[in-house]
């Protein structure tokens, strides 16, 4: 039976791993949408490929080439706000939601509404408006199915268990690139030392994210959300390796691990293909090779992301668009070496104290516009530290 699909984010790693495994078994897929930003080429190479009824790009002033790399085929081209929007509305029974940042949010809420099975790789949709997105799931009928690895992991040793009985998640993190790094040394990390990750080949943002620890404080964050679990029954622990994705203890005592290699490609495939299993072309592992699995706690100290999340859980409210936009930001800052590696967190901290204390934003209703009010709030705040830093 065939399965039409979209893709929020076509043109980045996820969006790039989800075509490749489309494209091997076409027959089984009809595409309809996918949307990129600025890498027209790649969007309008994927959509011929594919067989996509209409590509869209963000950015506007991008139309006129869109319209003609895609000159002479059946793809129709569209660009902006309104045409993402129109393009997530369209009914299809599996999206993947992988645009990156609160700007994923309105793709994943409209792809919901549209009824379909939405692949969730945006965290940051479950961390700045986690009771939104699941309220709108259950409302429209349809389910969320996590991508990101960790989650992936979690939710495939959930598999036939009954969710009361779980006693504690423990997500792994490689310690991205800065693991086996001196407090010291990382105080002077370059932004082209925070772009290169041991294990995982990956887009540059979420990349300076995983040597940070700020793309682990946000999957605790959704991990909250998804499992409707406690925060103080999600654990982190730095697992080198990156071969254990998660483990998920029960009262009984036991556990379950979720092993594989470091490739998304398992976790796409197995969202695009649930609740089935398929041949995925990824590296099966040798454990006897392998030989030994390193595990061992985070030091706060390297990663304070990871405390400022547990300080967000807490606060709860739009505590976590508060926590995403300035995040966000502070990165954007980094990116342009505006700001020191260590400063992302301390900006961040900061925001989160000067908002705190207009309590009633915080705590305002989880909707939308409040979410994306809240986003705006925490990247102006963000932005009067960031110039105070560099006007010192």
Not at 332 to 355: H, K, N, S, T, Y
């Amino acid at each position: 039976m065939t399965r039409s699909v979209s893709i929020f984010g076509a043109t980045g790693s996820i969006g790039q791993n989800t075509i490749d495994l489309i494209s091997r078994d076409l027959n089984s897929y009809q595409v309809v949408a996918l949307t990129g930003a600025s890498n027209i080429k790649q969007l309008a190479t994927d959509a011929i490929r594919v067989g996509a009824e209409i590509a869209v790009t963000a950015n506007e002033n991008r139309l006129v080439d869109l319209k003609a790399a895609l000159n002479g085929t059946s793809v129709i081209a569209a660009a902006g706000a309104t045409a993402l929007e129109e393009a997530a509305s369209r009914p299809v029974d599996w999206a993947m939601s992988a645009i990156v940042g609160v700007a994923g949010l309105q793709s994943s809420l409209k792809a919901l509404e549209s009824g379909a099975l939405l692949a969730l790789a945006n965290k940051e949709s479950l961390v700045c408006a986690g009771e939104l997105v699941l309220k709108t799931a259950k409302k429209y009928d349809t389910r969320l199915l996590p991508v990101d690895s960790e989650h992936s992991a979690i939710f495939q040793c959930l598999s036939g268990e009954d969710h009361s009985t779980i006693e504690r998640i423990i997500i792994t993190a490689s310690g991205g690139a800065f693991r086996d790094w001196s407090l010291e040394a990382i105080k002077t990390a370059t932004l082209k030392q925070a772009s290169t990750h041991p294990n995982w080949n990956m887009g540059q943002r979420i990349t300076i994210d995983s040597a940070s620890m700020f793309n682990k404080a946000l999957e605790v964050i959704e991990a909250k959300e998804y499992f409707s679990v406690s925060s103080h029954d999600i654990e982190t622990l730095i697992h080198p390796e990156s071969i254990v994705h998660a483990f998920v203890g029960f009262l009984d005592g036991g556990f379950l691990a979720h092993v594989g290699p470091p490739d998304m490609r398992h976790a796409i495939g197995y969202a695009l293909n649930w609740p089935k299993r398929k041949n995925i072309p990824i590296e099966r592992l040798d454990l006897a090779k392998i030989s030994q699995l390193n595990f061992f706690e985070p030091d706060l100290n390297r990663y304070p992301a990871l405390r400022l999340a547990y300080d967000v859980m807490a606060r709860g409210g739009l505590a976590g668009a508060i926590f995403n936009g300035a995040k966000e930001c502070a990165l954007d800052a980094f990116i342009a070496e505006q700001i020191g590696f260590l400063d992302m967190a301390e900006v961040v901290e900061e925001v989160l104290i000067r908002c705190d204390s207009k309590q009633d934003i915080l705590d305002a209703e989880i909707s939308f516009e409040n979410v994306m009010q809240a986003d705006q709030l925490a990247r102006c705040r963000a932005d009067e530290i960031i110039q105070e830093r560099i006007r010192k």
